[in-house]
């Protein structure tokens, strides 16, 4: 099935992104082997590399690359310093220890470092930028007004607040790049603490502005107008949102944990349907309408489908090949990539293949951009010939008028010259004096 251009009708909704990446992340959390970690990563940055826009929220996902860096250097840092849980026998180096009082106990600074310590500290920070890296997956590739769009009407004000946060990471990377950017031609530095500086207040300017335009827009467009609701249906609507958030809650903790996969999944299912119950009494407070709503295609299901099928591959994994996705720190053993669940990893692959393709880089749009660019060069090159040409003609012509001009002078001035002929009458005598 070959993928069509994105359009407004052909783009895909975007819950089926969201519902892909936190099956990724998922399958993230149930498992700490590095190989399929790093396997996720790449599944993730390869679909965004393919199928993400040029909008400025599709630039957020380097920033949330950077930010699963800098939380694996703090997860080592703290366990170089604080130490680790984890016991050891391969010490890498002796730090001073700081004596702490008698109420501190279990907690200390410095003393040894262990290899196992680090290799385990390394292995948890690479699950959590793991989970980082693919909501950035999901923040870079789905629209955010067209999900807003799709919420239920008991959820919109929630769903303003909800995109408006995850707008701002994006918008505040691409104020950051302008910037930078600016500073560079204008020949100033654009690193270090001083340039960060200088680029905060503008930063922070932009954003309140936005915030201010926002703000107009909402209180223009009606924005927190509800219709009248009956008390009794009120009530039940509170009762069944609140019950069905709990049971989703210790139903997805039982899932993910090792002990509660028996009522897990039976208590998740019924704080689903309870709590979908209550969002759909809730939209009858909700006044709004909505023009040309999103289509959940076979697409998006496809999409959404190969993340869901990632995260159940995975915890079904964890029956048969626990210490596979689960490689002991001590004592200290190399990981080795699984089979079945790297090929199940590779199921993420899917929406690489088809999303619909973002605008501007179809095989069309490509042969469309290269026909006018050889378009244009051969227009350019026959211009430059013309532009060329007239230049030598008129050139030429300034010549010719410029001697005849010279000429014409020079026989004027010889003609009124004393004791000089003509130059238009060979016979003609000089004067006498």
């Not at 002990?259 to 006044?287: E, F, I, K, Q, T």
């Not at 990632?310 to 964890?318: E, F, S």
């Not at 469309?368 to 378009?375: A, K, N, P, S, V």
């Amino acid at each position: 099935m070959s993928a069509p251009q994105a359009t407004r009708t052909t783009a895909l909704h975007a819950g089926a992104w969201w519902l892909w990446a936190l099956g990724l992340a998922t399958a993230a959390s149930r498992t700490t082997n590095p190989l399929l970690l790093g396997l996720l990563v790449g599944v993730a940055g390869y679909v965004v590399a393919a199928r993400r826009t040029h909008a400025p929220w599709a630039r957020s996902y380097g920033a949330f690359v950077r930010l699963g860096l800098v939380v694996i250097a703090i997860r080592l840092v703290f366990a170089f310093v604080l130490g680790s849980p984890i016991p050891g026998t391969h010490t890498l180096v002796t730090l001073p220890e700081v004596p702490l009082p008698h109420w501190a106990k279990g907690v200390r600074i410095g003393g040894r470092v262990t290899a196992e310590g680090m290799v385990f500290a390394l292995y948890d920070g690479l699950k959590l930028a793991t989970l980082l890296i693919c909501v950035g997956a999901a923040n870079a590739l789905a629209n955010p007004a067209r999900l807003l769009k799709s919420l239920p009407g008991a959820l919109y004000e929630a769903g303003v607040a909800v995109v408006v946060a995850m707008t701002f990471a994006p918008n505040l990377v691409a104020d950051v790049q302008r910037l930078r950017a600016a500073r560079r031609l204008r020949g100033r530095p654009d690193r270090g603490v001083r340039a960060l500086l200088q680029v905060g207040l503008p930063v922070l300017e932009g954003a309140l502005e936005r915030s201010v335009a926002l703000a107009a827009a909402m209180d223009a467009r009606g924005y927190g107008r509800s219709a009248e609701v009956p008390p009794a249906v009120r009530h039940l609507t509170s009762v069944l949102t609140l019950g069905g958030l709990l049971g989703s809650c210790a139903g997805t903790y039982g899932l993910l944990g090792d002990a509660g996969g028996g009522y897990g999944l039976p208590l998740l299912l019924a704080g689903l349907a309870a709590a979908l119950a209550g969002l759909w009494l809730g939209g009858r407070r909700s006044v709004r309408s909505r023009y040309r709503p999103d289509r959940w295609g076979a697409r998006a299901w496809l999409v959404a489908g190969s993340g869901i099928a990632v995260a159940a591959l995975m915890i079904w994994a964890n029956g048969y090949a626990a210490t596979a996705l689960h490689p002991p720190a001590v004592p200290l053993t190399a990981p080795v990539l699984p089979l079945w669940p790297a090929a199940s990893v590779l199921l993420g692959l899917l929406p690489a293949f088809v999303a619909p393709l973002p605008p501007g880089t179809g095989r069309a749009d490509r042969t469309e951009r290269g026909d006018r660019t050889g378009r244009a060069g051969r227009a350019g090159r026959a211009g430059g010939t013309g532009r060329a040409g007239r230049t030598d003609g008129t050139s030429r012509a300034g010549r010719t008028d410029g001697a005849s001009s010279a000429s014409k002078a020079s026989r004027a001035a010889r003609a009124a010259s004393p004791g000089r002929a003509p130059d238009g009458d060979p016979h003609a005598k000089e004067p006498t004096q």
